[in-house]
């Protein structure tokens, strides 16, 4: 989901910009530097998965796992995924460079709340319970930016209001997709490398 280049009103692009740069920067000195290859390897996974993408009016659809950023990088999702939009708009025109901002915090806050508020269920003995915590994560976290991008792009000319409602149902099965891809990963984590969960519970 890229937001286009000419798409929102210059005053919502520049509080994207405004939002996102306090958070880069404190994520960038939080982050430790044995920390920087999880970061690098993630960035690389949204980079090549969002690469195949189906153009929908001013932005495209496509699988982000960016549920998966946020339960493993935590705070890290921000810089992740914003070096890979930027290297997008740079060699392949997807979204822009003006809208870089905006961008990331539409694909960054939802990953980061959904696993900032259920990543310790994944500890529980049930795998009933780990899974649809996974599950959660996973739908939630694209749910929300696509509840984010729709709410943006109204706001920024409400005359894409049949656009938003179209994209937000459009997406919903997307959703699911996504957190079923993230459930299935992590209980596979879970029963093969059960040390790699302590790194989503604890990114930092």
Request: aromatic content about 14%; proline content about 6%.
């Amino acid at each position: 989901m890229h937001i286009s280049e000419g798409v929102l009103s210059p005053g919502i692009v520049i509080v994207g910009w405004l939002g996102v740069i306090p958070i880069l920067a404190f994520s960038l000195k939080t982050i430790k530097s044995h920390q920087l290859p999880r970061i690098a390897l993630f960035s690389s996974l949204f980079f090549v998965i969002s690469f195949i993408h189906v153009p929908l009016g001013p932005t495209s659809a496509h699988l982000s796992l960016n549920g998966l950023l946020g339960l493993f990088l935590g705070i890290g999702v921000f810089p992740a995924l914003f070096i890979a939009l930027l290297f997008q708009a740079l060699f392949f025109q997807y979204g822009g460079i003006t809208v870089l901002g905006i961008n990331t915090l539409i694909m960054g806050i939802p990953p980061y709340l959904s696993s900032l508020f259920l990543a310790q269920r994944l500890n529980s003995s049930r795998k009933a319970v780990t899974f649809v915590s996974a599950l959660a994560i996973g739908s939630f976290s694209f749910l929300g930016s696509v509840i984010l991008l729709s709410l943006i792009t109204y706001l920024s000319n409400p005359k894409f209001y049949l656009f938003s409602g179209v994209l937000f149902i459009t997406q919903v099965p997307m959703a699911l997709v996504e957190g079923l891809i993230t459930a299935f990963t992590v209980m596979f984590l879970k029963q093969t490398y059960p040390e790699a969960l302590n790194l989503a519970r604890h990114p930092y």
